[in-house]
């Protein structure tokens, strides 16, 4: 429902604050389709042509000069002095461009009656209201982001120091997209980013960071009373602690290899003797103390 460009500054903040706790350098790429478009006119590429060459200019990290105009003109049908006018463009005026305030300057004089211009230079400026550093967010005129559903910003996260080219997330404004969906065919106006888990996931791994293995909490080990360590698990779970149980009937010293393994702080034996006594005991794994407590006291207990 946000139309305006400080929905997008909001989630710049938030990306830059999860890679900063994850202690994963990186930068956000940001540029804006209404600014592609426009000097995709300024250049002569009809409208009928920009969703196709705004595909090709996505890959201009990937392919070479010659390789770019050659797709241009055969896969995206554009005449060929066209098509060197966009690489010109793309890979001597912009490859020129050192930083985001010369970036905005550029722009002024080559399209001054863009919109997206406007929206690039507020989105800078909210950025920084939000706290983003200067060298997190960087105007990307190369950045198009294929998909053609968006409608205004796009941008792409790229980790540094890092053998990983893959974007570790991305997204964009999509106006359009909803209202269709809906059938109404109204705007309604939406901004979002998707992280990429297995990016970032590896790239922890590769800063040997990448620690936790498993979200349980507590695991639930049976001594031979598995239908009661199912219930006890149920009360855990209930009390919104995550909670795992064996269910392929290991030995205790199999079961404690896993939770240790896994990173699980605390485990719960249920057997026999702890359920005459109406309680389980309950060890924590970092300093191996144990004790015979009520799942109520337990549940209190890991609940502080």
Not at 12 to 22: D, G, K, P, Q
Not at 168 to 192: L, N, Q, S, T
Not at 254 to 271: H, M, R
């Amino acid at each position: 429902g946000v139309k305006s460009v400080i929905a997008e500054a909001e989630i710049i903040a938030l990306t830059e604050e999860v890679f900063s706790s994850l202690e994963l350098p990186a930068k956000i790429k940001v540029n804006n389709r209404k600014v592609l478009n426009a000097l995709l006119e300024h250049v002569g590429v009809k409208e009928a042509q920009h969703v196709g060459a705004i595909l090709t200019i996505d890959k201009k990290q990937k392919i070479s000069r010659e390789e770019l105009s050659k797709e241009l003109v055969k896969e995206r049908k554009i005449d060929g002095k066209t098509a060197e006018k966009i690489a010109k463009l793309f890979y001597d005026e912009i490859d020129e461009l050192k930083n985001n305030k010369q970036t905005l300057e550029w722009l002024a004089k080559k399209i001054p009656e863009c919109q997206g211009v406007g929206e690039l230079k507020e989105l800078i400026e909210y950025s920084t209201s939000f706290g983003v550093s200067k060298e997190f967010a960087e105007i990307d005129l190369t950045l198009a982001r294929g998909l053609s559903y968006y409608t205004g910003t796009v941008f792409e996260v790229a980790l540094l120091d890092s053998s990983i080219t893959s974007s570790a997330a991305g997204g964009g404004r999509y106006d359009e997209m909803i209202g269709k969906f809906a059938g109404k065919g109204e705007e309604i106006p939406a901004v979002g980013i998707a992280f990429g888990l297995e990016v970032i996931i590896e790239a922890l791994k590769q800063k040997n960071t990448a620690t936790a293995k498993n979200v349980t909490r507590v695991f639930v080990i049976p001594i031979k009373e598995t239908a009661s360590a199912i219930k006890i698990t149920q009360q855990l779970r209930a009390a919104g602690l995550n909670a795992g149980v064996d269910l392929l009937e290991r030995g205790i010293s199999k079961n404690l290899d896993y939770a240790s393994k896994e990173a699980i702080p605390y485990v719960v034996f249920v057997g026999k003797k702890e359920l005459d006594e109406g309680k389980i005991k309950l060890r924590d794994m970092q300093s191996g103390k144990e004790e015979l407590i009520t799942v109520e006291k337990a549940i209190e207990k890991l609940n502080a």
